[in-house]
């Protein structure tokens, strides 16, 4: 029954929800920050990479144990995910951080990705992914679509010195097969944690090559 209205609502936000131009393209450049959860410091810090850049950005708490001060926040999806762009030795070790930056597609795909987003309800928020025929078609075989839940930390709070885009949750992979001629379409009722404030959360969807490459990314309730 929960999670029937909470995809109920997304669906309905999906029909009715405005263009929004105010988030980056598609391909736009995209800046990924790994922290280990026990690295407390390394949220604190303000390196160079991490200044405020052009294009889409997530940070991601990557697992240490769960004594670790930040263990809250941190999700098994971060190392998977380090671990696909970055290789098994890439990944940052006990308090420690890195980063991987993707300068923008020089070849870009045509347009086609959207996400949508009904209001946070009884913990969940549903999202609904579309996925154009044109764009799936152009996509390298073996490549896969995924969804989050984006807590955007301004900078000065939560002790970070700078803005962050902190991933929560994490949907996928998600299959982009579907009928020839019709949208990709995927509902999923997320559930956001409760030490995030459903009001600075925002839905992603991006679009994941087989090497691990993010080659687009979409956004509701920009900004």
């Known amino acids: 029954m929960i999670l029937g209205a909470v995809l109920l609502g997304a669906a309905t936000n999906a029909a009715a929800a405005p263009a929004n131009n105010t988030c980056p393209a598609p391909q736009a450049a995209l ?18 990479q991490m200044r405020a850049l052009p294009g889409w950005r997530f940070d991601w708490i ?5 004594s670790a001060a930040m263990a809250v926040a941190a999700l ?18 006990p308090s420690a951080q890195t980063s991987h930056d993707r300068p923008a597609l020089a070849r870009r ?7 949508v987003s009904g ?3 009884q913990g969940y928020i549903g999202v609904e992914m579309r996925l154009k025929p044109a764009t799936r078609q152009r996509l390298p ?15 000065g709070s939560e002790g970070t010195p700078v803005a962050r885009d902190l991933v929560r949750t994490v949907a996928g992979p998600l299959p982009l097969g579907g009928t020839k001629g019709q949208d990709t379409q995927h509902l999923r009722a997320l559930r956001w944690p409760a030490t995030a404030l459903p009001e600075r959360l925002q839905t992603r ?14 956004a509701d309730r920009c900004p």
């Open 205 to 218: 969807a991006w679009i994941e090559g087989p090497d691990g490459q993010v080659l687009a990314v979409a």
């Open 141 to 155: 075989p073996g490549s896969s679509a995924w969804l989050a839940l984006v807590e955007r930390v301004e900078a």
């Open 119 to 121: 209001p946070a309800w």
């Open 31 to 48: 800046h990924e920050h790994f922290i280990a959860a026990d690295c407390t410091t390394c949220w604190g810090e303000a390196l160079p």
């Open 109 to 115: 795909l045509p347009a086609g990705l959207s996400v």
């Open 76 to 93: 098994p999806e971060a190392t998977e995910r380090a671990q696909r762009v970055l290789g098994a030795s890439g990944r940052p070790g």
């Open 62 to 66: 990557v697992p240490v144990d769960a």
